[in-house]
């Protein structure tokens, strides 16, 4: 009789983890992302704000999903938190497949933020695609990643220097130490409204990509389980035209109170 309670014991024990998955309970998904993206994230000195932080809010509101925004630092500590899985969701960014070695992406898009070549309005460059750009000096932020090729390229061909903050690109060109800054072309221009330098900088077109921006789940975490409700949100939510809302109304936010603190 011992036995056979002990062995029921441990088969109640056994469909307990089976019905879990081997998972611990999601109780609170802790969300950070890059502190110095804007429009889509940005660390105002007080909390992460942006597009991104509202779209993962409305999200994980609706659903009913306890969260906490958390500023964790520069965004490569952002990546080796999620890698680690103390960070459960990183909003948002490209895909590629080395961050698909640790992350989870829903099929849902969250937004759109093309990658732009920004130079000086007044540096003689015909622009018609990137191999224009060979033979120059670039900059990029440290840690970006764009997708679809391109980051092969500047790689390959391309002289790129990563400086540790966006911004830092422009100070570059004004001061003659590069030609052209590489970004999604929504946080060149915010950083440009920022600075008031509309006048002295531009996006050149075509732009080198239009990758989609995704909410990611890490795969290392306890909330890994709620990705499907996650991307069946946000695919409610696009088509009401409610994440394109949060964009815009992140831009205009921006405009009004352009304030990024050191993080």
């Not at 994230?41 to 999200?59: C, E, N, P």
């Not at 795969?219 to 949060?246: P, S, T, W």
Request: aromatic share 10%; proline share 5%.
């Amino acid at each position: 009789m011992f036995w056979q309670k002990v062995a029921y014991g441990l088969l109640g024990g056994l469909l307990s983890v089976c019905s879990s998955g081997g998972q611990a309970e999601c109780t609170r998904m802790v969300v950070s992302a890059d502190p110095a993206y804007p429009p889509l994230h940005w660390f105002d000195g007080d909390t992460l704000q942006g597009a991104s932080i509202d779209i993962a809010k409305r999200v994980l509101s609706d659903l009913k999903i306890d969260f906490e925004i958390r500023s964790v630092g520069p965004f490569p500590r952002v990546m080796a938190l999620a890698e680690r899985g103390e960070v459960d969701m990183v909003a948002t960014l490209k895909k590629t497949p080395e961050r698909e070695a640790f992350l989870l992406y829903p099929k849902t898009v969250a937004l759109q933020n093309p990658v732009a070549v920004f130079t000086a309005k007044d540096l003689p460059l015909a622009y018609k695609d990137k191999s224009d750009l060979v033979g120059l000096r670039g900059a990029m932020a440290r840690g970006n990643v764009f997708g679809n090729g391109v980051d092969e390229y500047i790689k390959d061909k391309l002289n790129v220097q990563e400086v540790n903050r966006p911004d830092a690109s422009f100070s570059l060109m004004l001061m003659g130490r590069a030609d052209y800054f590489i970004t999604g072309y929504y946080t060149g221009m915010a950083l440009i409204w920022k600075r008031g330098d509309e006048d002295r900088f531009v996006a050149k077109e075509p732009y080198l990509v239009d990758t989609p921006n995704y909410l990611a789940l890490t795969r290392h975490g306890k909330c890994a389980d709620k990705l499907e409700q996650i991307d069946a949100r946000l695919a409610m939510l696009k088509k009401a035209g409610v994440l394109d809302d949060i964009v815009r109304t992140n831009i205009q936010r921006w405009k009004n109170h352009p304030v990024m603190a050191e993080r």
